[in-house]
């Protein structure tokens, strides 16, 4: 069957994703991610083609009354021949459209900031609770063995303290019975100065640079998130939210549910004129947009974590005569590898005309507070008590025990 002579073809215009103007009779200026793919499929047609932009940002959803909105309503009657944007190959749109071959994936995941790590006790975070523990079960050990060494000279609790001590910079002030081994004193004093130096290191550099940061990588940790105060967002025409709600997790209907109640969709133009995600946002999208949009700022995190997959392709209307050489075109874009290629330019492109937006400013320099030490202070102040309490109660068994001996041994009558 012949193709028609002049291919109608809905577009749903995003900035920055698919943009496309005509300047001239037939001429048309095609800018952004998919409107690549777009001006491929089109000059590779080698045919007439006209384009109907469709108005609103719906892709095609189905509505209260059953009719079909967007793209996938404007070719499910007629009214084009194909439609190509962003447009997932979903079943609920099958039934009113066919579909050519996937010529991409799409990955819904998220993205976030990197949130700096809060508490009074951030120093302790420097190395991580395994970290923590062998370097106290090595204490241990290595007291036990001074103590066995030692045969006594020493009790347990004085050679812990000095080890402890040792690891700090501290000299051993063992019985000299020690010396005598000293090829395992040479191994011990080697392990405390790797431990201690490593982590000064840390601890210097992270009083010179940015604070550590920890950041969302499942979907567990979003709601997480969401139940302690940060909001996520999503597109409105898209079935990530559906997905969310009729998840049989329990989280995922939370989060879902949270973008619904709450009306947490993307402005989409305010975004793509520049304006940042907020610290506290989480982004919902595919993993293309979001590397389009946040791919070049180290700050904030796109997860590997992912929602769900879906194959992007063209929608044709049921009647569509070409159906093949369509495919055979798509095909041939796909294995062109082109995907990386326009994700990179666009991107970098995106990163370069906001970059005013986009380039994190520091007014303040990075000072220690009163809030960075309070913990180092608190755990001293706990010492001290214990030690406070120690000296209390000695003096206290120490009142008691001479009473007893008093009554027991009274002092001689003097006559």
């Not at 909105?69 to 007629?78: E, F, K, L, N, P």
């Amino acid at each position: 069957m012949k193709c028609p002579n002049k291919l109608t073809v809905s577009v749903t215009r995003y900035p920055r994703v698919i943009e496309v103007t005509q300047i001239g009779d037939g001429q048309y200026e095609f800018r952004g991610m998919y409107a690549k793919y777009l001006e491929i499929l089109l000059s590779a047609w080698k045919g007439g083609y006209q384009l109907k932009f469709c108005e609103d940002e719906d892709l095609g959803t189905k509505d209260k009354n059953g009719t079909w909105t967007g793209q996938i309503g404007m070719v499910s009657r007629g009214e084009a021949d194909i439609g190509m944007s962003l447009i997932g190959i979903l079943e609920q749109r099958t039934k009113v459209v066919d579909f050519s071959v996937a010529y991409s994936m799409e990955a819904i995941s998220f993205a976030s900031y990197k949130m700096p790590l809060e508490g009074m006790f951030q120093f302790l975070q420097l190395f991580d609770l395994a970290t923590w523990i062998a370097i106290f079960i090595t204490l241990i050990i290595l007291s036990l063995v001074l103590f066995l060494i030692l045969k006594g000279k020493n009790t347990f609790s004085f050679i812990f303290f000095n080890t402890y001590s040792n690891v700090l910079g501290k000299s051993l002030l063992l019985h000299k019975n020690v010396l005598k081994w000293k090829p395992f004193l040479a191994l011990w004093f080697l392990c405390a100065f790797v431990m201690s130096s490593s982590y000064s290191a840390v601890l210097l550099s992270f009083l010179t640079l940015s604070p550590p940061s920890k950041t969302l990588h499942t979907l567990n940790d979003v709601a997480d998130a969401i139940r302690k105060g940060l909001r996520a967002f999503s597109g409105k025409h898209t079935f990530i939210v559906p997905f969310l709600i009729n998840s049989k997790d329990e989280d995922l209907r939370f989060i879902g549910t949270s973008i619904a109640q709450n009306e947490w969709y993307h402005d989409w133009q305010a975004t793509f004129a520049g304006k940042m995600i907020q610290p506290k946002d989480i982004y919902f999208s595919s993993r293309n947009m979001l590397k389009l949009l946040f791919g070049n700022i180290k700050s904030i995190h796109i997860s590997e974590n992912v929602l769900f997959v879906v194959p992007i392709g063209v929608a044709m209307n049921k009647n569509f005569r070409c159906v093949s050489h369509l495919n055979d075109i798509l095909l041939r874009m796909a294995a062109a590898g082109l995907e990386g290629n326009i994700l990179s330019q666009e991107s970098y492109k995106f990163w370069v005309q906001n970059f005013d937006n986009l380039i994190e400013r520091k007014e303040n320099p990075l000072a220690l507070s009163m809030h960075d030490l309070v913990g180092a202070f608190i755990i001293f102040l706990i010492g001290l008590t214990i030690s406070l309490l120690a000296f209390s109660a000695e003096v206290f068994y120490g009142y008691i025990h001479r009473v007893k001996m008093q009554k027991k041994h009274p002092p001689p009558l003097k006559k």
